[in-house]
């Protein structure tokens, strides 16, 4: 089976950076994902590593470390928006193999 | 493009009783799967669709099941509801193969059982 830590909540200051943290357990690997979730919304997609190293897409990047079943969500210059959950997400094979998530974070931003 | 549908977006049953979720998923997208997220918690699998076949199922009773439709569309069908069903389901559609890593949620039923 698989199971994922993340922590459950984080505070932040706007403008400023913070990481999710998010550590894996699976019988196979094939890909970490990153989705966010507004309060009342659905989840939606954010990133995707499949190999080691660093993804950016403007304010977000995903890293992910295979050795260590170790990746991290980093959301700069945060904004008051930014404030929702954040959920990391493994697939233990290719192909279409459900993903499974973690329990989430949640971000509050405040000013 | 729309993407993934579902309906309805509330529902309100009593123990016991029986009931259908809807998902309409993004064009373009072969594949189907079913989510239910407690309040507080991260989306747990009940089960995928594809090809009209159910491909893989989570950790969820009989209770619990599912149809696929030729034009990819899907339904979610609990019986004997239990308070504990009470829930956000959420459907998700992907594209088959190994770079059907973006799923795309619908909003989600809310439902709720008393």
């Known amino acids: 089976g698989q199971s994922l830590e993340q922590p459950s909540e984080v505070t932040a200051v706007e403008g400023a950076i913070v990481q999710i943290n998010c550590t894996y357990q699976?019988?196979?690997?094939?890909?970490l994902s990153w989705y966010q979730q507004h309060d009342g919304g659905a989840p939606t997609f954010l990133s995707y590593?499949?190999?080691?190293g660093l993804e950016e897409t403007g304010r977000f990047s995903s890293f992910l470390s295979r050795s260590d079943s170790y990746g991290y969500l980093l959301l700069q210059e945060l904004q008051m928006k930014d404030s929702a959950s954040y959920f990391c997400a493994v697939r233990d094979y290719a192909g279409n193999t459900p993903l499974v998530f973690g329990k989430g974070t949640r971000l509050s931003v405040i000013a | 493009d729309a993407g993934v549908t579902q309906s309805p977006t509330h529902l309100i049953k009593t123990r016991g009783q029986q009931v259908t979720l809807r998902c309409s998923p993004k064009s373009g997208h072969d594949t189907v799967s079913w989510y239910q997220q407690a309040l507080g918690q991260g989306p747990q699998f009940i089960f995928q669709y594809y090809e009209e076949e159910e491909r893989q199922r989570g950790n969820f009773p009989d209770r619990f099941s599912g149809h696929q439709f030729p034009n990819y569309s899907s339904e979610l069908n609990v019986n004997a509801l239990l308070l504990g069903d009470s829930a956000l389901y959420l459907c998700?559609?992907?594209?088959?193969?190994?770079?059907?890593?973006?799923?795309?949620f619908g909003s989600g039923t809310r439902l709720t059982v008393v």
């Open positions: 590593n499949a190999l080691d």
């Open positions: 699976t019988s196979g690997f094939y890909g």
């Open positions: 998700a559609s992907s594209l088959e193969g190994p770079y059907g890593y973006g799923y795309t």
